[in-house]
C-alpha cells in the first residue's frame, strides 16, 4: 500500500489522475470539489470519497470508515 499526495494545479487535473492511478486506488478531495458544478459531479460519480477539512472530526471519521470498507473488501 501506498499514499499518493498531488497538489494539483485545477481541479482538472483530478480527472486526469482518475485515468493515471491504479483501479484499487481509492481517491480521496476536499469537500469543496462537490459543489464545482460539472467538475464536482463527474468526480462524485467517478467514486471520489469527499471529506470536510474544516472539521476535522467528520473527516477523520470519513476516512477511517473508508479504510475499513478497503479492509474489509481487501482493496
Known amino acids: ?3 499518493v499526495v498531488s ?3 485545477s481541479s482538472l487535473d483530478l480527472l486526469g489522475m482518475m485515468e493515471v ?3 484499487r486506488c481509492v481517491p480521496i478531495a476536499k469537500r469543496e470539489l462537490l459543489y464545482m458544478g460539472a467538475v464536482g459531479v463527474v468526480c ?3 467514486g471520489i470519497i469527499f471529506i470536510d477539512r474544516k472539521r476535522t472530526h467528520d473527516a ?3 476516512m477511517a470508515e473508508a479504510a475499513h470498507t478497503m479492509l474489509s ?3
Do not use: A, F, R, T
Request: charged residues 10%; hydrophobic residues 40%; negative net charge.
Open 1 to 3: 500500500p501506498y499514499v
Open 7 to 9: 497538489n494539483h494545479q
Open 21 to 23: 492511478l491504479p483501479d
Open 44 to 46: 462524485w460519480l467517478g
Open 60 to 62: 477523520i471519521s470519513v
Open 73 to 75: 473488501q481487501d482493496v
